[in-house]
């Protein structure tokens, strides 16, 4: 099971940190992504993380603004969000799986329940 937390409503410009609390698996064995949906519009890659937290994966429209890390004694993978833009409002969900593809969907066996991030202009 996993479970985000820390969405919310922030203006644009500032930040919100993502956690995602695993359990009921060997939480260490799982490479980690964190994955966006806005209305309308498909579910898409934001961040990944190997399973010992030593390769780290962004798309593009987040690169020198978000980062992801993990501390698998928590059985937590978190998503630090800075400089945050209108065009980051989503529900944001935490994925897990163990090979295949870091930014795919399909690669992904477990996910959360999503956490909303709302950023006002």
């Known amino acids: 099971q996993l479970v985000e937390s820390g969405g919310g409503l922030v203006q644009a410009g500032g930040s919100l940190r993502l956690s995602c609390a695993a359990s009921?698996?060997?939480?260490?064995?799982?490479?980690m992504g964190w994955f966006r949906q806005a209305p309308g519009k498909e579910r898409e890659f934001v961040a990944g993380?190997?399973?010992?937290?030593?390769?780290?994966y962004f798309t593009d429209f987040v690169k020198g603004r978000f980062t992801i890390s993990r501390d698998n004694a928590k059985n937590t993978v978190y998503l630090q969000m800075n400089s945050l833009k209108p065009e980051d409002t989503a529900v944001y969900y935490c994925?897990?799986?163990?090979?295949?593809?870091?930014?795919?969907?399909?690669?992904?066996?477990?996910w959360g329940q999503g956490t909303q991030v709302t950023v006002s202009s």
């Open positions: 994925a897990a799986r163990i090979g295949g593809k870091y930014d795919y969907v399909g690669s992904h066996t477990y």
């Open positions: 009921g698996r060997t939480f260490s064995n799982y490479d």
């Open positions: 993380i190997s399973w010992n937290g030593g390769s780290t």
